[in-house]
């Protein structure tokens, strides 16, 4: 049972409310000042995670989710929103735990487009076209979040 819980609970906190919604208004400017548009991740599937530095569940997914994205590059995109108050402490924090993929800071716009952030981490799985699969809230681990990638490659 004990091997299972996990799987249980992100089935239970997976929710699909967001299901079919469309992202393609979305676009950002990462914490090193580069400008994302949708026109720059259409045709790849979406990883976008909010998450903090000090939610320890969200330190643990970083690293995780940095493999994710140096597995699949060309093929997948994780993007990570900050929900920290302060730029530089998420700068400082990278410094030591260091990912390769795009960093910016979250912000209401960004939240809406996904339905709102209910907690950390909350993190969301887009489609080629830009519809949202998958919301998963708390901690994935990254088997299954690579299960569900795999379906839409």
């Known amino acids: 049972m004990k091997k299972l819980l996990p799987f249980l609970i992100v089935g239970i906190l997976s929710c699909s409310k967001e299901k079919g919604s ?16 949708w026109e720059d991740l259409k045709g790849k599937v979406l990883i ?6 000090w939610c320890k ?6 690293p ?10 060309g093929k997948v995109v994780v993007i990570g929103f900050s929900k920290d108050d302060n730029e530089d402490a998420v700068k400082s924090f990278l410094a030591k735990v260091p990912v390769s993929y795009p960093v910016a800071m ?3 716009k960004v939240e809406e487009m996904f339905g709102g952030i209910l907690g950390l981490p909350t993190s969301f799985l ?4 830009g519809r949202i699969v998958r919301r998963f809230l708390g901690y994935v681990p990254p088997d299954i979040l690579e299960e569900n990638i795999r379906r839409l490659l």
């Open 48 to 53: 976008v995670d909010f998450w903090a530095t």
């Open 57 to 62: 569940p969200c330190q643990k997914s970083l």
């Open 22 to 37: 469309q992202i393609k208004d979305l676009s950002f400017k990462t914490i090193d000042g580069k400008i994302y548009r």
């Open 64 to 73: 995780e989710l940095n493999e994710i994205y140096k597995k699949y590059e």
């Open 106 to 108: 979250s912000n209401r």
């Open 126 to 129: 887009v489609d080629k076209d």
